[in-house]
């Protein structure tokens, strides 16, 4: 069966999607025959690399919805306006303060620029070890500790929802007269949410950022791989924006990506405050109903963004009829629910770890949708009992582990390497990344000391059937490491 097949039977199969891309495959969103607008940089069709037409318009229209100084339309995805906002703002060889937390784009960036990469590491929570806020505070102490820093990463929200305080940051980071790139891939909702209702908290685009990056086709009725780069201020020039665009972007631009950038756009403009409002009531609704769960619990935060349906599991809770799930409590993990969800509900969610799942929701959900993974979670939720265990390692399971950094990721990986196994590899050097995706933040990055915390996970995914990406073995019997380079290279 070829790849359309497949599309057009899942899609008959009725699941409904409680995860990307934003536009749900809601029937209120077509495109006649795409084939028909299959276009290319033919006379009047303008050109994506030098706008000066239709597309030009588009991007003044989204520089007046957003206020920015300019907004550039993304058809490779967010990843495409990461790599081209960091090499707009670094030069090769410079120093990079980043968020241990980032997407693998981030990563890339610096082993492609041989940037020297400091990590601020984020407090994690110690029942589901999702990545917390980061603080000014931190900020500035890194900032202290590393003055020749020339870029300034963080991601907010992350998957799960969670922002920084970008404000103080973005405060603490001018002080230095250097930029702020934030990865909002996951927050191209807010803006919009926030002109509605205070209950949608601020965009970065409205926090001090100087490079916003986020992905329409994540919240947003678009389709997957559309994504816009924000130029907020005037601390980065645009032709040094526009320079590495013109690298990282396909110089065959898809037309039927722009346009449904377009109809995205157009669809906000006329009817965002309407459908704002009534996502809002949905989640207020859902949320509501949550508060009688007596296993599954919602996780929140002060400041979270709350589109991010992040559903803690209770490892105490054990399975009872009516719904049959795990017949052991440690069993019963956010992994399991996912599978559960799936397999009686056709729910099919964003991404699970071993304490908690992730429903991704967004203004084109409809009310069917949020009613039928309430109906689903109240059932399962009613089909576990306390059993009074307490939380186990096994459910504390954090995006980071960073070891120490012995070498930059460039070096790393382009040095001797050589396959060891992976319980032979504590303490020596990572010359390759090791990432759980979703979300695909690297739990090990090149140069970094492989630590036994390290090795754990990777079995993990391994035993719980995550998907393990990064290692060149795909079995992850080995991992390659540096055999010289640094301490602690040979072991």
């Not at 969103?29 to 276009?39: I, K, L, Q, T």
């Not at 405050?273 to 509501?288: D, I, M």
């Not at 908690?356 to 399962?380: N, Q, S, V």
Request: glycine residues 10%; contains cysteine.
């Amino acid at each position: 069966m070829n790849i359309y097949d497949e599309l057009t039977g899942y899609q008959r199969r009725g699941i409904y999607p409680m995860h990307m891309p934003g536009h749900k495959r809601n029937p209120g969103f077509h495109m006649d025959n795409p084939y028909s607008v299959d276009m290319t940089e033919v006379k009047g069709m303008d050109d994506l690399h030098h706008p000066d037409g239709m597309i030009r318009e588009l991007m003044d229209r989204m520089r007046g919805y957003y206020g920015t100084r300019e907004t550039y339309v993304l058809v490779n995805g967010s990843t495409c306006g990461i790599l081209a906002g960091i090499s707009a703002c670094c030069r090769r060889g410079d120093r990079i303060l980043m968020d241990r937390n980032c997407h693998r784009s981030v990563y890339h960036a610096a082993y492609l620029l041989g940037l020297r990469p400091s990590y601020i590491v984020r407090e994690t929570d110690a029942r589901t070890g999702i990545p917390l806020g980061i603080r000014a505070g931190q900020v500035e102490e890194a900032l202290t500790e590393h003055p020749d820093v020339s870029c300034v990463v963080v991601t907010s929200p992350t998957y799960e929802g969670v922002l920084s305080e970008m404000e103080e940051i973005a405060e603490a980071v001018h002080k230095r007269e250097i930029p702020l790139l934030v990865d909002a891939a996951h927050g191209a909702h807010l803006a919009w949410g926030h002109h509605v209702s205070d209950f949608f908290p601020a965009p970065a685009t409205e926090s001090g950022a100087d490079l916003v990056v986020e992905s329409l086709h994540k919240t947003l009725p678009a389709l997957t791989q559309t994504a816009v780069l924000h130029l907020c201020s005037g601390r980065v020039g645009p032709e040094r924006v526009e320079r590495y665009l013109d690298i990282y972007e396909t110089s065959s631009p898809s037309y039927v990506l722009m346009a449904s950038v377009g109809q995205c756009m157009e669809w906000l403009g006329n009817n965002s405050r309407e459908a704002f409002s009534a996502y809002e009531k949905r989640l207020r609704k859902f949320s509501s109903g949550a508060e009688n769960w007596r296993s599954l619990s919602l996780w929140d935060i002060p400041g979270k963004d709350p589109s991010k349906i992040v559903i803690a599991v209770n490892p105490s809770a054990i399975a009872a009829e009516p719904v049959a799930i795990a017949a052991r409590a440690q069993e019963f993990t956010g992994c399991r629910l996912a599978q559960v969800l799936r397999e009686q509900y056709k729910i099919e969610l964003e991404m699970a770890a071993p304490g908690y799942a992730l429903a991704m929701t967004g203004p084109c959900d409809t009310d069917e949708g949020f009613e039928r993974l309430a109906e689903a979670l109240r059932e399962i939720d009613a089909g576990l009992a306390e059993s009074g265990g307490s939380t186990g390692d096994s459910f504390y399971m954090p995006h980071m582990l960073p070891g120490r950094i012995f070498l930059d990721p460039y070096d790393a990986v382009n040095g001797e390497t050589e396959a060891v196994p992976l319980g032979k590899s504590i303490g020596r050097i990572s010359a390759e990344y090791a990432y759980i995706y979703p979300p695909g933040v690297p739990f090990l990055a090149p140069g970094e000391e492989i630590t036994k915390e390290a090795v754990d996970r990777i079995r993990y995914a391994g035993e719980n059937d995550l998907e393990l990406l990064g290692l060149a073995d795909d079995t992850a019997a080995t991992i390659r490491v540096c055999v010289t380079g640094g301490n602690g290279c040979n072991g």
